[in-house]
Structures are given as C-alpha cells and as structure tokens.
C-alpha cells in the first residue's frame, strides 16, 4: 500500500483512493442516466404520448412514405426533428423546454387550436431545416450518392439542377410528412394571402450560367 | 387502345343496364360475387412510372396524367398539382401550364386566374395504372388527331 501511495497524485491522496472510485463510478451512472433520459425522449411513442402529436401531425404522417414504405424502413419523429449530433441536439433539447410550456398552457390542445397555428408551426420547422441545410433528410438521403437513373424522369431532371443552383431538401419538400397549412399558391382566389411558399430562391448563379451559355 | 378508366367505366354501367333489361340473368358486379361487407379479392395496382406525354385520343380529351400521383394531395389548403403546373411555376418545373380553358367561369367569362371550378385537376385529369381494362373497349374517335 505504502509503494502504490508513491505514485497517487496529491489530489487522490486528499480524498481518499475509494472516494475517487465512488465518483469515477457515480460519474458513469449520471453519464449512463442522462444519456437514458435523453433518448427515452427521443421515441415515437414518447412524442405521440401527448395528444397534440398523436391526434394531429402524427395522424397525418401515417399516410405518407415516411410512416409506411415497401421495404419497412421508416423516418420516425425524432429522425426528422432532432439533430443527431451531440451539440446541435442538446440545442434541440433546451428548445423542447418551451414546448413543455405550452403543453402546459394548453397551447394548442385543439385541433382547432393546432391548426390555427400550424402555419406558424412549419415555418418554425422550415426555418430550421433551412438553416441546416437540411441536415435531418441528408443523415439519409445524400445527395453524392443519388442515382439518376434509378429515379423518376421528373425528379432526375429537378435534383440535379436544384443542387447546382445551391437548393436544399425542404426548399421543395415541403409538406412530405404532415399536412401544409394554407399556402397562397397564385391560383385565383384560393388562399389568396395565405403563406407563400419559395421553392428556394432564385440563385444569380443561374443568370451567370445562363450568360455562359450564351 | 389506351385504357382509359373514365371510359371504360361508362361503358361499364351501360352494359350492365343492357344486361338487366335484356335478360333475367344474374348481374354480376365487376368485384365479383363478395357480399358487400367482404373485401374482394382485387390485383395490386401500380401507378406507371414517369413517361413522356401521352396522346390525347379524341379533340378535347383532358390530357391523362403521365406520372405517378402518389401521395400528391388536392386539399383546401394546397393543391400539389398547382404546384408545378401552375402558370407561375411551369416554367421552372418543366411541367404543362394550366390551359387557358381553366380560366373561364361558367359563362364563359374569361378570368384573371385559374377558375375555382377547375380546382380538382384529378376530376377529369387521370393518373395511369397497369391495369387490365373490365370490359371491352371499341371507342374510336369520331375526328382525326390533330384538333
């Protein structure tokens, strides 16, 4: 014992050689615990234990693509709604806390209520998605590895060009998962001042490789 | 012969009105013979992939849907057809314009946008399926191509 306590820093003397494996080991479990209670949030079932998910976006989620495909593999909530990087997530997390509160408040406990906000609700969303290029679809879906040829006429011919003019998923997909809300598509009198949606901007790229060309 | 659902459903309840007036036979529906709270046994249908436009086939044919329209929803807040065939986003997407029919009313009147009345493009416009056709279809046009 007299040889080991040689080696032991000042610090571990201080405390006591068990005391630091009470923490090593107390650290674990804190560690083990909050990564638990982190993930255990980050299940469908723990989403949709709320009303508000279950009655409205989630309902509307199982008839798309996402939900239910040919081979089984599926998008769930946290998928597409939580970044999977450590930083970006627990970002995501603190976020979720004003979530907590209008669930409390009652926020949007109708779907009435829900629907009243739902174009607040997607842009939210959008914003986010803009602003990360996207991230959530391309944890999957990369771009360097699509093959054109595999894929319809319509979307062989858009996504090649959407990615030279700098676009990103949801700057077209919009609506893929969950009901859009009221969107002003230019139509006459349908929604006429409603949301607008923007496809992504029309990059001056275009107009210089337009100039090229000529 | 293109199949063509619309048609061949007119003529689906023509015969079947011919069947019943013209004999005692039993009319057999084009489910088959299930009770109605049985599912029938149908085939699986595949919408057709993506090809290029399909020729009308008499003057004034709603032109058919060339693509798969899975998933694409017409509801009161968005209508996804409008989304690329649209006069302002055709041009981007490549896709058909809305005609210029679409922009009159009722009476006629021309209007400065698409007419509400023409709003559930898939009412006339249809998608394409491999599916047999239920009953025989002679239909020929009565003009050349060409309008």
Request: proline share 5%; charged share 25%; with cysteine.
């Given at each position: ?11 571990v ?27 255990a ?25 996402h ?61 986010r ?32 060009q ?53 | ?59 004034k ?44 009313d009722r009476e ?23 599916a ?13 191509k060409?309008?």
């Amino acid at each position: 014992m007299m040889s080991l306590e040689k080696y032991m820093p000042a610090w571990v003397k201080r405390i006591g050689l068990l005391t630091v494996f009470a923490l090593f080991a107390a650290g674990i479990v804190f560690w083990g615990g909050f990564n638990w209670a982190l993930e255990a949030t980050n299940k469908e079932s723990f989403c949709i234990s709320c009303h508000e998910m279950e009655e409205n976006v989630f309902r509307e989620y199982q008839n798309t693509i996402h939900y239910t495909n040919r081979t089984g593999v599926r998008a769930t909530c946290p998928d597409c709604h939580v970044p999977k990087e450590w930083g970006p997530k627990m970002v995501r997390k603190i976020q979720a806390s004003n979530e907590v509160l209008h669930k409390i408040l009652g926020t949007i406990d109708t779907p009435e209520k829900f629907n009243a906000k739902r174009a607040q609700l997607a842009q939210n969303e959008w914003k986010r998605m803009k602003a990360n290029d996207s991230q959530e679809c391309r944890n999957c879906h990369r771009y360097d590895y699509m093959d054109y040829t595999e894929q319809g006429n319509r979307a062989a011919k858009q996504h090649p060009q959407a990615f030279i003019d700098g676009k990103t998923c949801i700057d077209c997909h919009k609506g893929i998962a969950h009901q859009l809300p009221a969107i002003d598509q230019h139509i006459g009198k349908q929604n006429e001042g409603a949301v607008e949606i923007s496809h992504g901007e029309k990059p001056a790229a275009k107009e210089e490789n337009k100039a090229e060309a000529k | 012969m293109r199949f063509i659902p619309a048609l061949a459903l007119a003529a689906a309840v023509l015969f079947s009105g011919f069947g019943a007036a013209s004999a005692q036979e039993k009319v057999l529906s084009e489910r088959g013979d299930v009770a109605i709270d049985q599912t029938s046994k149908v085939d699986m249908f595949r919408p057709e992939k993506d090809k290029e436009i399909i020729p009308r086939n008499f003057q004034k044919q709603p032109p058919l849907i060339p693509h798969s329209v899975k998933g694409y929803n017409i509801t009161q807040n968005f209508n996804k057809c409008m989304d690329c065939h649209s006069k302002e986003r055709a041009e981007e997407t490549g896709a058909t314009k809305v005609a210029k029919s679409h922009y009159l009313d009722r009476e006629d009147k021309k209007l400065s946008n698409i007419s509400p009345r023409r709003y559930f493009c898939m009412q006339c416009h249809v998608p394409q399926f491999d599916a047999k056709p239920l009953v025989e279809n002679t239909y020929k046009p009565a003009a050349k191509k060409g309008e």
